[in-house]
């Protein structure tokens, strides 16, 4: 990671990487997943690890596509709690002005699909407003215990 660039972590069980607002930052921020994810005991090939990388490539994608601000990057982070039962996942951008939403496509429309996948694997997201920019959440359950309800409409923080 650059040093120039990384938002120090609070403690071994937080990764915060600042990233270019690209196509290429949005790559990065899923292999940066995936890497933390086995560091923190969830092999590359485990369902927790596969999912958190989806998660990770949908909001990054959408940071990068419809947040993006130039000479601005995004931020990734991760954070998995004492309790190690749910991941908690963020990605920040630059754009406030632009509230992620659903769109109405059509079988063969190409994009607009992404939310919806957070929707269907997160048990829980929102949006939170920063002084510049957005936060866009998602908690992953990692205990395969733990059932997800599906909901369309983010979770007011707290």
Known sequence: MNAEISTPATDATELVQRLSATPLGARLARRLTAQQLATWGYPHDSDQNGTAQLLV?????????????????????LRLPAEKDTLRIEVSDARGDKAPRFLEGGAEDEHGRGLVIVLVLSARWGVTE???????W?????????????????????
Do not use: I, M, W, Y
Request: hydrophobic share 30%; with cysteine; charged share 30%.
């Open 130 to 136: 920063r002084t510049v920019g957005k936060t866009v």
């Open 57 to 77: 490539s949908e909001l990054a994608a959408n940071a990068v596509t419809h947040g993006r601000v130039p000479g601005r990057d995004f931020e990734l982070r």
């Open 138 to 158: 998602a908690e992953l359950p990692l205990s395969p215990r733990q059932r997800r309800p599906c909901r369309r409409t983010p979770v007011p923080e707290g």
